[in-house]
């Protein structure tokens, strides 16, 4: 867990820093932030779905993730529960969203799904390799800067769900060992890759889309393909 708190640690950093910058920027330069983040997080889920998807061994996995995820999560109304928890943190945009909880929704995308982020703690738990997690950090740390100085302090909370999501890829490898494989790791990323690319619309205020509805579709994958492998 060694690289894990580290990672948290620069994720916090970063979004104090950030913060502290936001106050001397003004409204065109956070607009102009938010843009580049937006370009960025579209990037970057393209990549990993182009990355990935030639090596996927189940093709429409991520349709039925996607599908079941988001009939999930829009059952819960994930959305509307982390908008009214943040909502006395942040003021609400014209249309009716929240500035903290978009910006939350892409920092733990951003954080939470990639190579290094899973690959990490899956090293840690195995290999005692920290070198992901250490690399991550640094990457984390500087993404957060940017975002706090786009969305405010209110981005610190998105070290709670990094710390549990590495926390608990670390406890499962290590109670897995042997039954982690590329396919999960694969099948995970590109769905990944397609809510980081929805994030980077909903910044561009091209498209928005519930991305927070559509986060269960990261847990089908996993569920599925630990099911077929037991038979």
């Given at each position: 867990m060694?690289?894990?708190?580290?990672?948290v640690c620069m994720i916090l950093a970063g979004s104090f820093i950030g913060s502290y910058f936001k106050k001397g920027i003004k409204a065109e330069y956070n607009e102009i932030l938010t843009q580049a983040l937006g370009?960025?997080?579209m990037l970057i889920g393209i990549n990993a779905v182009v990355q990935h998807m030639p090596k996927s061994h189940y093709p429409v996995l991520f349709i039925v993730s996607l599908a079941i995820g988001g009939l999930f999560g829009q059952w819960i109304?994930?959305?509307?529960?982390?908008?009214?928890?943040?909502g006395k943190f942040s003021k609400p945009?014209?249309?009716?969203?929240?500035?903290?909880?978009?910006?939350?929704?892409t920092a733990v995308l951003l954080y939470c799904i990639g190579s290094l982020s899973i690959l990490g703690p899956i090293q840690a738990a195995l290999n005692?390799?920290?070198t992901f997690l250490f690399t991550n950090?640094?990457?984390d740390g500087i993404t957060s800067i940017v975002l706090a100085s786009t969305f405010g302090i209110g981005m610190a909370l998105a070290a709670i769900a990094v710390l549990v999501w590495q926390g608990s890829i670390y406890l499962i490898a290590i109670l897995l060992h042997n039954s982690i494989n590329t396919n999960m790791i694969t099948e995970l990323t590109i769905v990944g890759g397609i809510l980081i690319f929805?994030?980077?619309l909903g910044l561009l205020n091209?498209?928005?889309?519930?991305?927070?509805?559509?986060?269960?579709?990261l847990v089908v994958p996993i569920v599925v393909i630990a099911v077929m492998e037991l038979f």
């Open positions: 060694i690289g894990t708190f580290f990672n370009l960025a997080a109304n994930l959305e509307k529960r982390f908008d009214n928890l943040v945009n014209p249309d009716g969203g929240n500035n903290l909880a978009e910006g939350l929704a005692k390799d920290y950090g640094m990457l929805a994030s980077g091209i498209k928005k889309i519930k991305v927070l509805n559509l986060l269960p579709s």
